[in-house]
């Protein structure tokens, strides 16, 4: 089975901190993607890569970065933490047309 | 411009009985389809998927039928169970070298018994 961790289930930050969200995967999988999910507005890709510290911008990736120098990690930065930026964070990988597989999620509140 | 849309948010239906969840496309270019399961506080799990060379695929209680020429699947759940209250994810892809989904808004299925 597939196992994608995020580093943790809850975090509070305050406005303006930088904050790292960390994803591990563990199936040697090329393919790594940061999603958001916010009521009603379902899942939004924020960035994917499909190598190693090669990085692609998704739909929404204005106040994020990330960081892919290993190819089982995923680092998402936000840079200067918004309250706007409270939300469930999802990371995600796959293999070429695979379906992806999701780790639990990193409910991230945003003081 | 959303190009996958789940149009109800919600669907209520009886246990035992056929909950049908709808889901309309735009980009011709997709090619590809997915259906996501997902509980409260659980990343969203995988459930079926069909290709575009197909019109129908069935998975045990589960069955998604893709209408090309509407750009519209739709997902079948037969007999439906409490068990199977979630959220709810259509997603589309263009195959080629690597996968990136478009996800819909999902819709909350609850299945009262």
């Known amino acids: 089975d597939v196992k994608v961790t995020q580093s943790s289930r809850y975090l509070v930050k305050r406005t303006g901190e930088k904050v790292f969200l960390e994803c591990v995967q563990d199936?040697?999988?090329?393919?790594m993607f940061w999603y958001r999910q916010d009521p009603g507005l379902g899942l939004r890709l924020i960035y994917f890569s499909y190598d190693v510290k090669m990085k692609e911008k998704g739909d929404i990736p204005e106040g994020y970065s990330v960081s892919r120098e290993k190819k089982e990690r995923f680092s998402l930065i936000l840079e200067s933490a918004s309250t706007n930026q409270t939300s469930m964070y999802l990371c995600a990988t796959g293999e070429g047309n695979q379906p992806q597989h999701f780790g639990d999620g990193t409910r991230l509140s945003i003081l | 411009d959303q190009q996958v849309k789940q149009n109800s948010p919600s669907l209520s239906v009886q246990e035992g009985r056929i909950s049908i969840l709808n889901c309309d496309y735009t980009n011709s270019m997709f090619d590809y389809f997915l259906w996501y399961k997902k509980y409260p506080a659980e990343g969203p799990t995988f459930l079926i998927s069909?290709?575009?060379?197909?019109d129908k695929n069935e998975d045990g209680r589960f069955t998604v039928f893709l209408n090309k020429s509407a750009k519209h699947l739709s997902l079948h759940i037969v007999p439906s169970q409490p068990g199977d209250s979630a959220v709810y994810f259509c997603?589309?892809?263009?195959?080629?070298?690597?996968?990136?989904?478009?996800f819909g808004k999902g819709i909350t299925l609850s299945v009262r018994p």
């Open positions: 069909i290709s575009s060379i197909k």
């Open positions: 199936m040697d999988h090329e393919n």
């Open positions: 997603a589309a892809d263009s195959t080629g070298a690597n996968s990136k989904l478009t």
